[in-house]
């Protein structure tokens, strides 16, 4: 399998603080890969390198095999690349449906249609639907539990028909039931052809659903493996019980 | 490291509360609250019926009821003889608020559809004023020429009748304008464009003082001249009749208005709230928000212009003073200030701040400066009590006061609607 993301020797300081140190890895074309590591270790600053919110200090991000010529989170999502926030953003004074359309990928210059488009709109409702927000669609988006506004978070950037997605830990804070949804969808859009990359502290999800699984300390990779391998791998148990 | 845990704990206590959405709505009843609250209490549920009822109205008799309106903001000339006595005087003012009303809707896009502070908005009403001026020949530019060589050739030979041309001409200069000055200080938010904007307002009005040669400096241009209209047999001129510029202003924000609505309800409307949401969590859908901050100071800047045109023309002289910051006509803060009073992100907002802000201290001049005080008091007053304005958009209405308002949004009830 090629590469759908390459990361080389990825690097961001804040003041003292090396958030990110020379961090290389791969994430291949019909993946699921998991980054992993304990808190602080840098797996939110990576997303946000990659996803063009931060500009690296040293290092390049190649997507598709094109490197961006500059941070741009716009321009990325709609070259096929999009994420989630650990803490859940959603356009809380919209409804559902229209998150989803603000969401739909257009060029600028054909925004000037009337509405939500009818083909966004079905497509939104169909989104919706499978991810149980039907009831909920023409309800403000603060009006969702946590659990819910990460769903939507999630269903909002399907509508770009992303290739990859990045999860920054799709199930901290969500309940039992929803974790299971989320896991189900994660799963059918895999099988749709969509490559994932899932920041999760939840390690039985981690074994079950992710291979690879990229192990992050200090900003730099530690191990990169099979699930079982790594959770054997005597650096890691260090990493994450030690010091 | 420990707030992320904190969020981690709340967010589960959250989730207890899973899946009982709209508890959080209260039909707007009148029993709890302030004093001031239930008070006026029926105030407001006239207001939210009233804009209820209009969203649920079928096309063609939302239709009448935006048909009637104009007809009576029209007809307000022909009326004024009949309820005072100083008629000529009340339509002067009629035309300010025209003036304001048009930079108070254009100023909205910014502030209230964009959520972009801008300070220096009367660097477009400037831009718009000069760029007529100067090009209708009032300028020390065309009299030198006329001067020297009386005969010479003139470029324009009856300029009057170039105003709509010049019209045009000036909303583009403005559309290029918000574009240049938009482009580098787009990138900053909240406070840093404001000052940014601030610094634009100032930069304009003194470029305009110290270009001497062009614009005649701090004595400012004088006898421009005046719209006429010549079309086949009609014949005329404008001159000093308020009622004629009162009707360009009206017919002039009548398609603004009907240009606003349409972009508001249209995508670019809905990337607009996304941005002023959260412009990270926007950027990340792929909004392009650069581009839809530009249009945005753009659309804002090119009706600004219009203003200037219409004013420059009615007024026939201009200066740098007219232009300050605190100009209390059209300064960047005066209008800003109606925005906010009248209500932000709708249409009747901006026109009723507008109304009121040019009408109170007309209306009390007889109490001589001390109208001023009794006028800086009354916003007070307003804003602490309504602090999301007198007629807010419900939508920017439920952003502030977090959820006492009902809850169907714009697009939503449109679209049920229509
Ligand atoms: N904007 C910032 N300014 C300063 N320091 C930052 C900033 N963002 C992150 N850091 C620091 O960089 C380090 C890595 O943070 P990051 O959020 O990437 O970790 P993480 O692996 O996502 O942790 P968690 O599992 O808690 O989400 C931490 O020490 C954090 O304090
Ligand atoms: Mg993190």
Redesign the interface.
């Known amino acids: 399998m090629s590469a759908l993301l390459e990361v080389r020797a990825l690097t961001k300081r804040f003041g003292g603080v090396t958030a990110v140190d020379g961090c290389t890895f791969e994430v291949s074309a019909g993946s699921i890969t998991a980054l992993i590591g304990p808190?602080?270790s840098g797996k939110t600053t990576v997303f946000n390198m990659v996803?063009g919110?931060l500009r690296p200090d040293a290092g390049a991000v190649s997507f598709d095999g094109r490197r961006a010529s500059r941070p741009?989170?716009?321009r990325f999502?709609?070259a096929g690349l999009?994420?989630t926030?650990?803490?859940p953003?959603?356009?809380?004074?919209?409804?559902l449906?229209?998150n989803l359309?603000?969401?739909a990928?257009?060029p600028?210059w054909?925004?000037?249609?009337?509405?939500?488009?009818p083909t966004d709109r079905r497509r939104a409702e169909e989104v919706l639907a499978d991810f149980r927000l039907g009831d909920?669609m023409?309800?403000?988006a603060?009006?969702?539990?946590?659990?819910?506004q990460k769903l939507l978070e999630f269903a909002?950037?399907l509508m770009?028909r992303p290739k990859l997605v990045l999860l920054d830990e799709p199930t901290?804070?969500?309940?039992p039931v929803?974790v299971e949804t989320m896991e189900q969808h994660i799963r059918d859009l895999h099988r749709q052809g969509i490559t994932f990359l899932v920041v999760e502290h939840e390690m039985n999800l981690v074994m079950r659903l992710c291979d690879p699984v990229i192990v992050l300390d200090h900003g730099a990779k530690l191990a990169e493996g099979r699930p079982a391998e790594v959770q054997r791998d005597p650096l890691v148990l260090d990493a994450y019980l030690g010091t | 490291m420990s707030s992320d845990a904190e969020d981690r704990t709340r967010s589960q206590a959250e989730v207890t509360q899973e899946a009982t959405p709209g508890s959080t709505r209260q039909e707007g009843r009148p029993i709890q609250g302030s004093a001031w609250k239930r008070l006026t209490w029926p105030a407001r549920r006239v207001l939210r019926t009233a804009g209820d009822r209009y969203d649920r109205m079928a096309k063609p008799a939302r239709l009448g009821v935006s048909a009637g309106m104009v007809v009576l903001a029209a007809a307000v000339p022909v009326l004024l003889p009949y309820v005072t006595a100083d008629s000529g005087y009340w339509t002067s003012v009629a035309t300010k608020i025209g003036i304001a009303a048009l930079l108070a809707l254009g100023l909205n896009v910014v502030v209230g559809f964009a959520g972009l502070l801008d300070l220096g908005y009367v660097a477009f009403f400037a831009v718009g004023a000069y760029t007529f001026a100067l090009l209708s020949g009032a300028g020390r530019y065309a009299i030198a020429i006329s001067r020297s060589q009386p005969n010479a050739f003139k470029l324009l030979p009856t300029w009057h009748m170039y105003f709509w041309l010049l019209l045009f001409v000036a909303l583009l200069v403005a559309l290029i304008a918000g574009v240049v000055l938009g482009t580098p200080t787009l990138r900053l938010r909240g406070d840093y464009l404001a000052i940014v904007t601030l610094g634009f307002g100032e930069i304009v009005r003194i470029t305009a003082t110290n270009l001497n040669s062009l614009t005649d400096g701090s004595q400012g241009v004088n006898q421009i001249p005046h719209p006429a209209i010549n079309v086949g047999s009609v014949h005329y001129n404008f001159g000093l009749n308020n009622e004629a510029y009162y009707w360009l202003l009206l017919a002039v924000i009548v398609i603004w208005i009907f240009l606003l609505r349409r972009v508001n309800d249209s995508r670019i409307g809905r990337a607009w709230a996304a941005i002023r949401e959260d412009e990270l969590a926007a950027a990340s859908m792929g909004i392009p928000t650069i581009q839809m901050k530009l249009l945005a100071f753009a659309m804002g800047a090119a009706v600004a212009s219009l203003g200037g045109v219409i004013y420059a023309s009615q007024i026939g002289f201009i200066s740098p003073d007219s232009f300050q910051l605190f100009s209390s006509d059209f300064g960047s803060v005066i209008i800003l200030a109606m925005v906010v009073l009248g209500g932000m992100g709708g249409i009747a907002g901006p026109i009723v701040g507008a109304a009121l802000i040019i009408f109170l201290p007309e209306r009390f001049r007889f109490v001589g400066d001390a109208r001023f005080l009794i006028f800086g008091g009354v916003l007070v007053l307003v804003m602490v009590l309504r602090p999301q304005g007198i007629l807010p958009s419900r939508r920017r209405a439920a952003e502030l006061e977090g959820g006492e308002v009902r809850e169907t949004s714009v697009f939503e009830a449109r679209q049920a609607g229509s």
């Open positions: 808190n602080g996803t919110y741009d989170p716009a999502y709609r999009s994420r926030f650990q803490q953003r959603v356009f809380r004074e919209l409804t449906v229209e359309a603000v969401a990928n257009r600028w054909a925004l000037l249609g009337r509405d939500v488009p909920l023409g309800n403000k603060r009006e969702l539990s946590f659990g819910q909002a950037v770009g901290a804070g969500v309940n929803m």
